[in-house]
């Protein structure tokens, strides 16, 4: 029997204070730098992140899940699996980990070191070596238990180590005298320098290092230059020149066949050996950090799946060793995004681009769904700094110059650069507020504070007092009264309008502030480098410096009520205060330090913070969410949707409303699950909803307290309308007798789907007919066939794919 099923998954959104996660609204599934990716069996991929995260995914992307490996935060760097099962990960820190479950769970080792650990490697799931900063070599020959400090050829960064067997280890370093290329003939216990026998152009990081066989290997630089031996290290030669970049790995599929990841997203093939490589067209812009390979079955037997990933998220795949590629991530941007602003729940804007000149490096972002789809809606000249609208149609956005504020009257689809008469031709406008269509101000580069009381036609310059120094950011806290902030712990009050600020200084500091709101006409707080919060009771007439744990520089500031209030900035910082500022707590990870967060904006009981790399991302403005939601995921069979989500913890929980919708606005309640009370362990429900129709529905649970008070889930959607055909790995595999095969088709087709035999004999047909567009799954009884390795091929239209299945009985 056919069945029709759509099976989506969200990790870990909702939370307690101290574990709330947050999700990823771009790039999805997110925008932290993954620096390995690892392809296991089945299907199975791992991304390894910055922030100490791993994501896994064994639909080729279509769903992730988020596993926090060290719940430090640490840089992740490396990984290892010796085998499908056992793996290791190294980086910032001396962090040293090991999984024994496919890289569902991480247990801690202990390194010894506190130096960033750049790369390991494992001859098998005992024979490691992991080496990084400061010349740092450990070598491990108990799975990781104990680890020894081996003796260091210097004290440059080595940033890649390979076992080419049990006695020879290659590794690789920075540009020092000391050189850049080791070999080891006794297993890693000692290392010898080679980089003489390598004709280095010029100084250069050796970064990729790969061998195929004992005598055949290629090392690729810094320099974007690629260097080749055939006799086992003791003779290099300079093969190709790529130009300028860094040319991060390397890996090949045999002796010919090569793949290598360099700067702007680049990634080059080889069929020759390395002689001459050809630019893959893999449609990314950010830095490929690394490559994996895996054998996949296809009819021709046994090719290679190529996996690329860089920054910012970026991850592309490709199943026909380079003929194609596709993404495995989305990104309406992975430009800098410096603002953001909702109007309702559902609609928002965010700013941000390039900071240099081109017609299209200005972005304007809009979502009309809360955030889970962003798309670029329109276009400036340069980076926008900050945005605020007034509607869904009349907006401004503060970019650069003396026309660098400019004005929306279609939602952002095209803009109008307004004639400031102020500022330079490289000053940027950090700073917008409009209380009507017609009155408004900006501020930012020289002190400079403008006014416009006929929508942006015409301006005049504000006294801001402030000299010279930036402002860089401005409010309102009330009818004809803003605050401005700026450089040297600058700030200015205005009570007539913005005409003219009284200036005066943070007292005890002169840290530059960057931002600041109110959430009433009393109580605000500011924010600035060095981890620098102050807060007002008083309408801003006395500040009072609070004790903010952080030193990173604090950009961005969100009051939620007099109470609550969060903080973003540089090093991946995200605080919260819950008692006015008396505590502030670092918020449930989610950002690593790469990532700095500029915007911020709430609305509707959600808070969004954006900043590198595209960032956008959305939380709970309450941090005390009640309940923990550890998961959310919704099945479609046979026209009954079924719901089910786990939490880790509950406190005073009466249950969860079901709730549905086809167009996120208008909700139905479907029914209540009770809840457990208060608990610490796990709890499971379900719910199941007839579905009719062909439309996409949402789904969200409205979780009750026994004090009536509640708060919503993220939203997830079920759709029938796949986006691109697919065939999925059997289920279970090996099986015995019987097992699962899924397909997608985004449009009807004629489909066969056959399974042969090892010898390439057709043993069995069980599809061959017309099938509607969906999600289908179908059984396959094998009770008739005998133990051993085959094949099942699917052909719908253009669309031909096969994959290996194991009977065991």
Request: glycine letters at 12%; proline letters at 3%; aromatic letters at 12%.
């Amino acid at each position: 029997m056919k069945k029709f099923y759509l099976f989506i998954l969200l990790l870990s959104f909702p939370m307690l204070s101290q574990n709330q996660f947050w999700t990823w609204q771009n790039p999805k599934p997110t925008g932290q730098d993954l620096n390995d990716a690892i392809q296991l069996s089945n299907g199975k991929i791992l991304t390894f992140l910055t922030g100490g995260f791993v994501q896994s995914t064994t639909d080729n992307g279509a769903t992730w899940s988020t596993i926090i490996a060290d719940t430090n935060g640490e840089d992740i760097y490396e990984a290892d699996f010796p085998t499908a099962t056992t793996g290791y990960i190294c980086g910032t820190s001396g962090l040293l980990m090991k999984s024994v479950d496919g890289g569902m769970s991480w247990s801690y080792l202990n390194s010894g070191t506190t130096s960033t650990l750049w790369f390991l490697d494992f001859h098998d799931e005992n024979l490691g070596i992991a080496c990084g900063a400061s010349g740092v070599i450990l070598r491990t020959s108990d799975g990781g238990a104990t680890w020894t400090q081996i003796t260091s050829p210097g004290s440059t960064t080595l940033y890649s180590v390979l076992f080419v067997n049990a006695t020879t280890v290659y590794m690789t370093a920075s540009s020092t005298t000391i050189g850049r290329l080791f070999k080891s003939t006794d297993g890693g216990l000692t290392f010898t320098n080679i980089s003489a026998n390598v004709p280095f152009v010029a100084a250069s990081t050796v970064r990729g290092l790969e061998f195929f066989g004992e005598n055949t290997g290629w090392i690729s630089t810094s320099l974007y230059e690629v260097y080749k031996t055939t006799d086992a290290g003791a003779t290099w030669a300079l093969q190709v020149d790529l130009g300028t970049g860094t040319l991060y790995d390397i890996k090949f599929v045999d002796v010919n066949t090569g793949f290598m990841a360099g700067t702007n997203g680049q990634v080059f093939k080889t069929t020759d050996g390395g002689i001459t490589w050809a630019l893959q067209t893999v449609n990314a812009v950010e830095n490929m950090y690394v490559l994996s390979v895996s054998p996949v079955a296809s009819s021709e037997g046994s090719i290679s799946a190529v996996l690329a990933a860089g920054r910012y998220g970026t991850l592309v795949k490709s199943n026909d060793l380079g003929a194609n590629w596709s993404s495995l991530y989305t990104a309406a941007t992975q430009e800098e995004v410096r603002d953001i602003f909702m109007v309702t729940p559902s609609l928002g804007y965010a700013g941000g681009g390039a900071a240099t000149l081109g017609p299209t490096n200005g972005v304007v972002l809009k979502t009309t769904d809360g955030g889970n789809n962003w798309a670029v809606v329109g276009n400036t000249n340069y980076r926008n700094y900050s945005t605020f609208w007034l509607d869904a149609d009349k907006g401004f956005m503060g970019s650069r110059g003396t026309y660098g504020v400019l004005k929306t009257t279609n939602g952002g689809v095209t803009w109008d650069s307004l004639n400031l008469a102020a500022g330079t031709a490289t000053g940027l406008w950090y700073g917008l507020y409009f209380s009507d269509a017609n009155n408004g101000l900006a501020c930012g580069s020289s002190g400079l504070v403008i006014r416009t009381t006929d929508g942006g036609t015409t301006w005049t310059t504000s006294t801001s007092n402030f000299g010279t120094s930036v402002v860089y950011a401005l409010k309102n806290i009330e009818p004809n009264k803003y605050i401005i902030v700026g450089s040297s712990g600058k700030y200015g009050i205005s009570t007539d309008g913005g005409a003219t600020f009284a200036q005066s200084v943070t007292p005890g500091s002169t840290s530059a502030v960057y931002d600041v709101d109110f959430f009433d006409t009393q109580t605000g707080w500011l924010v600035g480098s060095s981890g620098t919060i102050f807060k007002t009771t008083d309408g801003g007439t006395t500040w009072v410096e609070q004790v903010s744990g952080s030193t990173s520089t604090l950009y961005s500031v969100k009051a939620i009520n007099a109470t609550t209030a969060w903080v973003g900035g540089s090093g991946g910082t995200i605080i919260y205060t819950t008692d006015g500022g008396a505590t502030w707590k670092r918020a449930p990870q989610v950002l690593g330090a790469i990532s700095t967060s500029y915007g911020v904006a709430s609305i509707g009981g959600y808070i969004w913070f954006t900043g590198t790399g595209g960032e956008i991302i959305q939380g709970f403005a309450d941090p005390n969410i009640p309940v923990e939601l550890a998961s959310f995921s919704a099945s479609v069979n046979e026209g009954i949707v079924h719901l089910n989500w786990q939490t880790a913890t509950e406190t005073n929980n009466q249950g969860f409303y079901v709730e549905s919708s086809l167009d996120r606005k208008n909700w139905t309640e479907n029914g209540f699950v009770a809840g457990s009370g208060t608990t610490t362990e796990l709890r499971e429900y379900s719910y199941s909803v007839p579905f009719n129709g062909t439309r996409n529905l949402y789904f969200r649970l409205r979780q009750m307290d026994f004090d009536g008070t509640f708060n919503y889930s993220n939203i997830i959607e079920v759709s029938l309308n796949p986006y691109e055909f697919s065939l999925s790995q059997n289920y279970p595999n090996p099986f015995n007798p019987a097992t699962t095969i899924n397909f997608t088709l985004p449009t009807p087709q004629n489909v066969s789907l056959d399974i042969f035999n090892s010898a390439g004999e057709k043993v069995a047909t069980i599809v061959n007919e017309s099938l509607q567009a969906g999600y289908h799954s179908i059984n396959f009884n094998a009770s008739k066939l005998s133990s051993g390795i085959y094949f099942y091929s699917i052909k719908a239209g253009d669309f031909v794919a096969v994959r290996k299945m194991i009977l065991l009985k």
